[in-house]
């Protein structure tokens, strides 16, 4: 399906037909939703049923009656390892080149300083300005960290200009974390390579939504979150990816107990395992593990590409459906055309957070994101294309009415 700027869905019946047509439409029995539209599976996807099971049991058989054993009885070990390669297909990847550990903070930190111990010689890392916080926080406490390191924030348009000997390290988040616009990745990673750079993609706006090919890409690391569209609940473990050709060079930081060769030789001295094991570092997040691995169940054999097309299809329908209808107050920041954009789209709006504040009391969840972003997450998973339109009508009717304008919509929670 190729979808251009002018497609347009121009009623609620056309929206039907494409659902009565969707080859993903029998994965949102999947998921245990709240009422209304959520419009929020990029920032924490819902809960999917299997993972209400697993939990149960997780809780009252594995931790609660059979304890200790567990680790080897319901291969709590394995978990890091089995999360990987579930995952690994949907960011093309090889299975043992994925794993599951800590945060996406921390695998930033973890991977970052691997890349910058890889190129000696080299001193610099590039990232993008605007890029997610703690991506940024991240590269300046590690430059703070290693003496001689320094991190220059430019813009996109620049970096390529700007990659010469000195660069180590290339740093960017493939989606736009507000915009929703992705990178070109095959581009950028060779352009980096062809100059010597390492490339540290982050994955977490694109896994599980977007058709991502690391390795059609030759990619050198990527890290990623559990929680967003992998819907592996509150503060799930993230993911990081080292590609084969790497992992005998790569040596994290952190070096637990957990990415020794042989952990439980309890020796004093460290020996990296030999391939992806050696980023994990202490003790898996066993319950939180256990969630994300039921939840990606739910994406198992599901093709990347199928949750792609949807995504932008779906946003495509409510960001056009807002443009034919709304007023100059609306300001859009992502891409119009689908090619170069993810699975959100935002609007800007002087008054953004009384209105979707307004949405959310209507039970349409979405974000903001200071200073105006109002944002839409379009899960493929189990939004519908009604959804999509339905969407776009309320923020249309919560705008035209002023319905937002109210004294209770304008107090700022202290998470938005
Ligand atoms: C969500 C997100 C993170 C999250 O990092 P945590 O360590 O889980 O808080 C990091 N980077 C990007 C680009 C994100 O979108």
Not at 73 to 86: A, C, Q, S, T
């Amino acid at each position: 399906m190729t979808i251009v700027s002018d497609f347009t869905v121009t009623s609620r019946t056309e929206a039907e037909a494409l659902d009565r047509t969707d080859p993903l439409a029998a994965l949102r029995d999947a998921f245990d939703l709240p009422p209304g539209i959520y419009l929020d599976g990029n920032s924490l996807g819902p809960l999917p049923r299997a993972t209400r099971e697993a939990m149960r049991h997780a809780v009252d058989v594995e931790w609660g009656a059979d304890l200790i054993r567990s680790w080897t009885r319901h291969d709590w070990v394995e978990l890091p390892r089995r999360i990987g390669r579930r995952i690994a297909p949907l960011i093309g990847a090889a299975p043992h080149e994925v794993v599951a550990a800590d945060s996406t903070s921390v695998n930033l930190f973890k991977l970052s300083a691997a890349a910058l111990r890889m190129q000696p010689g080299r001193n610099i890392i590039i990232s993008e300005p605007g890029n997610f916080p703690t991506d940024l926080y991240i590269l300046q406490g590690l430059a703070a960290f290693t003496p001689g390191t320094e991190l220059r924030v430019l813009d996109p348009a620049q970096i390529e200009g700007a990659l010469d000997e000195d660069v180590a390290l290339l740093v960017l988040t493939h989606t736009h974390y507000k915009s929703g616009r992705f990178h070109d990745m095959e581009r950028l990673t060779r352009a980096a390579q062809d100059r010597g750079a390492l490339v540290l993609w982050d994955l977490s706006h694109s896994a599980g939504v977007l058709d991502v090919d690391l390795n059609g890409c030759n990619a050198d690391l990527a890290i990623g979150c559990g929680y967003k569209y992998l819907n592996g609940g509150p503060g799930a473990p993230a993911f990081l990816f080292v590609a084969e050709r790497h992992q005998a060079a790569a040596h994290s930081p952190l070096a637990g107990w957990f990415g020794h060769a042989a952990p439980f030789q309890f020796v004093d001295d460290y020996a990296p395992a030999a391939g992806i094991d050696r980023f994990q570092c202490g003790t898996p997040q066993v319950l939180g593990m256990r969630a994300l691995d039921a939840s990606l169940t739910v994406l198992d054999g599901v093709r990347p590409r199928d949750l792609q097309d949807k995504a932008q299809l779906l946003g495509q329908i409510f960001l056009e459906r807002v443009l034919a209808k709304g007023d100059a107050s609306l300001r859009l920041l992502s891409p119009r055309e689908a090619h170069t954009r993810g699975g959100h789209v935002s609007f800007g709006h002087d008054d953004g957070y009384a209105i979707v504040q307004a949405l959310i009391a209507r039970d349409i969840v979405g974000d903001f994101r200071a200073p105006d972003a109002m944002r839409f997450g379009f899960a493929p998973t189990f939004l519908r294309y009604v959804d999509a339109w339905d969407a776009a009508e309320a923020l249309l009717e919560v705008i035209a009415t002023c319905e937002y304008d109210q004294p209770q919509f304008r107090t700022r929670a202290a998470v938005t």
